[in-house]
């Protein structure tokens, strides 16, 4: 019997309508089915007490599949708990954009087909990001959307230099970086300036973040390179270092982080045949 966990977010479904109706589709098609928090509520918030919630950390490790309810943001958190133990995603989209949910709440009848296998998996690439202070790492992650160096909350621009295997690629002064997935170029990436990339493209985009420099653009690299950034020479401030919009790592005057392509993959499923394309004109025109 195949063990699927549903990971709400209690923010967005409203008293877990959508979990509720999620868990009796999937119950009733034979699976065994648990609910988690993604993560830590407010102690102010009150959840359902008629409700079971079981412990993630407990749960994962013998689990078949994650459903994911909420917005990319949502399902990025989700994702890098997964991946960890090459567990597949599917995302309902409860949020606004959604790029990487495969269903809407309104489509929650397509989980019966979980039971009898009748889905694909897509594997997405993620990158590895490392942070060094002289010889000495003092932050490491992993993430499915980017990886972003800003300025922070200072009304000033940041001086960062790029660096692609080894050789200057970009130096730029303006609010930050985006060093972005194909998955993440439909997200802070794009609004930055930069391209909309399919999924399945095999590429590391570089975005100047509203840089002073009108020669700055996005750079696309092969995924097998290793991507550099610290701050220039004539940076007068720190920086700030975020993945997939969590907490951010302050990055001081010689710190330099590397990131490259990560060994692990995030496994998302797809219920529907539908193209890329097909969802960014979809997503776009409901905008």
Same mark, same amino acid.
């Given at each position: ?11 967005? +479904? ?32 009150? !959840?359902?007490? +008629?409700?079971? =919630? $079981? ?7 013998? %689990? $078949? ?37 495969? !269903?809407? *709440? ?5 989980? $019966? ?10 594997? #997405?690439?993620? !990158?590895?990001?490392?942070?060094? #202070?002289?010889?000495?790492?003092? =932050? ?28 200057? %690629?970009?130096?730029? %002064? ?10 993440? &170029?439909?997200?802070? &990436?794009? $609004? ?32 097998? #390179? ?6 220039? *020479? =004539? *940076? #007068? ?24 392509? &990560? ?20 997503? =776009?025109?409901?905008?």
């Amino acid at each position: 019997m195949k063990k699927i966990i549903l990971t709400p977010n209690p923010y967005r +479904d409203k008293n877990f309508q959508t979990v509720r109706e999620a868990f009796r589709i999937l119950k009733e098609s034979g699976m065994d089915v648990r609910i988690c928090l993604p993560f830590e509520v407010d102690k102010t918030f009150d !959840l359902p007490k +008629d409700l079971r =919630f $079981s412990r993630l950390d407990r749960e994962l490790p013998t %689990a $078949s599949m994650v459903v994911c309810f909420g917005g990319d943001g949502t399902i990025l958190h989700m994702a890098k708990f997964a991946t960890k133990y090459g567990i597949p995603v599917l995302g309902v989209n409860i949020g606004t954009m959604g790029f990487m949910a495969e !269903l809407e *709440a309104t489509e929650l009848n397509e989980l $019966s087909r979980i039971a009898s296998g009748d889905y694909t998996v897509d594997e #997405r690439m993620m !990158l590895d990001v490392t942070v060094f #202070r002289d010889r000495d790492i003092i =932050f490491h992650d992993i993430c499915l959307n980017d990886v972003v160096l800003t300025k922070g909350a200072v009304a000033r621009v940041v001086h960062l230099t790029v660096h692609c295997d080894g050789v200057q %690629a970009l130096e730029c %002064a303006g609010d930050g970086i985006i060093v972005a997935t194909p998955t993440g &170029s439909t997200a802070y &990436s794009l $609004s930055a300036g930069g391209p909309i990339v399919e999924p399945e493209a095999k590429s590391i985009l570089v975005t100047p973040i509203c840089a002073h420099d009108v020669a700055s653009r996005t750079i696309v690299t092969s995924d097998k #390179r290793v991507i550099t950034v610290g701050l220039s *020479a =004539f *940076a #007068r401030r720190n920086a700030f270092l975020s993945v997939d919009g969590g907490k951010s790592q302050r990055m001081n005057i010689g710190d330099v982080a590397t990131i490259k392509r &990560s060994p692990l993959v995030t496994q998302l499923v797809r219920l529907k045949q539908r193209s890329f394309f097909d969802v960014i004109n979809t997503k =776009f025109k409901n905008a």
